[in-house]
């Protein structure tokens, strides 16, 4: 069993950073496949990035290349996501979800049914 929790999400004007967290509970965290989703308002999930249990292979969404950074710290059993250039269309709820189900690549990950379990969310708000 793994429990998420998610934090850092907040306000921000457009153009401006946020850096997200999801802290993990429970064993064997470089176990598991850690991604990002989002969902903004009368829209359905939508996947930002995932990681590795390495860290060292990640992926993203066109849309996030560039500008978002998937991170994780396994001494802390957190991963992270570090949000740039935000824009008002980056407004959602942001969601951790983490998989121990075995894929061909990264690539894979971008599908929310692919992941075992979920945190609750933040909500990040990006003013213009």
């Known amino acids: 069993q793994v429990q998420l929790v998610e934090s850092g999400g907040g306000l921000v004007q457009a153009g401006g950073s946020l850096r997200l967290s999801c802290a993990a509970s429970?064993?064997?965290?470089?176990?598991?496949?850690m991604g990002w989703f989002r969902q903004a308002p009368g829209k359905g999930r939508e996947f930002v990035a995932a990681?590795?249990?390495?860290?060292?292979?990640?992926d993203y969404a066109d849309s996030m290349k560039g500008r978002f950074t998937i991170s994780r710290d396994s001494a802390k059993n957190t991963v992270y996501l570090q949000m740039n250039s935000l824009e008002p269309e980056n407004t959602a709820v942001y969601s951790c979800?983490?998989?121990?189900?075995?894929?061909?690549?990264?690539?894979?990950?971008?599908?929310?049914?692919?992941?075992?379990?979920w945190g609750q969310g933040t909500q990040v708000t990006v003013s213009s």
């Open positions: 990681i590795n249990g390495k860290g060292d292979s990640t």
């Open positions: 429970g064993r064997h965290f470089s176990n598991y496949v």
């Open positions: 979800a983490a998989s121990n189900r075995c894929y061909a690549d990264i690539s894979s990950y971008a599908v929310g049914g692919r992941y075992n379990y």
